[in-house]
């Protein structure tokens, strides 16, 4: 298995398609791994050479000690292009996902082509609801990451998707299940933290905003305060609660593919 040593332990990644094409990178939302974008994998390497990886504290990357920041999470993207010496990409990522990239396309924008941020903010929910998220998870362990996986259902996915298709909700909140609680802990603090409002009008990489209609998480409304600010963006809405790749598949992936061919 591909893996890059960092300075406190090993960061796991995947790498698909063609070696000569350009790269897109794909960061995983908190409580996932890099399988969370299997279904974008076919339509992708097609044209890309698609970079996965486990953001820390998730799959098969280190869980180091203490809370996490975004910063952090962002810089490990950087090394881990610098291992692979890639110098610039496409960065798409979605929710926690999204805020890597706008970390990075804020810190290091040198590196970003374009950037996809999917059903994200600049600023994710209020510390009202990570402490106590965070103090159930420390306490409770993989118990409480058992309770997490039964709730998120109602947050990724509509009520119609979980009803039609039970076995890809399955597979997506067996990831949370599995998810180290120390890392998710640490990951949830990272997302707490993180606040862009007053830097998005940093980014200069052209930017698709990828809404879910029914998103109770990243709302249609966090996506518009994006694109306001953003000002070379674009805005897409489909018909998907907060995993939009997952429940809409063929249509997310034909959104990002127009917006990075264009």
Known sequence: MPFVHLADGQLHYQLDGPAAAPVLVLSNSLGTDLHMWDAQIPAFTEQFRVLRYDTRGHGQSLVSEGFYSI??????????LE???????????????????????????????????????????????????????????????????DASI??????????NQPAKVKALVAMLAQTSSRGYAANCAAVRDADFREQLGAIQA?????????DPVTTPADGQFMAERIVDSKLVELHAAHLSNVEAGELFSRAVLEFLNT
């Open 83 to 149: 291992a692979l010496d890639i110098p610039k990409v496409h960065f798409c990522g979605l929710s926690m996902g999204g805020l890597i990239g706008q970390w990075l396309a804020i810190n290091a924008g040198e590196r970003l082509d374009k950037l996809v941020l999917c059903n994200t903010a600049a600023k994710i929910a209020s510390p009202e609801v990570w402490n106590p998220r965070i103090d159930s998870v420390l306490r409770e362990g993989q118990v409480a990451m058992q309770t997490l996986r």
């Open 206 to 214: 052209p930017t698709l905003i990828v809404c879910g209609s029914a």
């Open 154 to 163: 109602a947050r990724w996915f509509t009520a119609e998707f979980a009803a």
């Open 71 to 80: 910063e952090q999470n962002a810089r490990d993207v950087l090394t881990l």
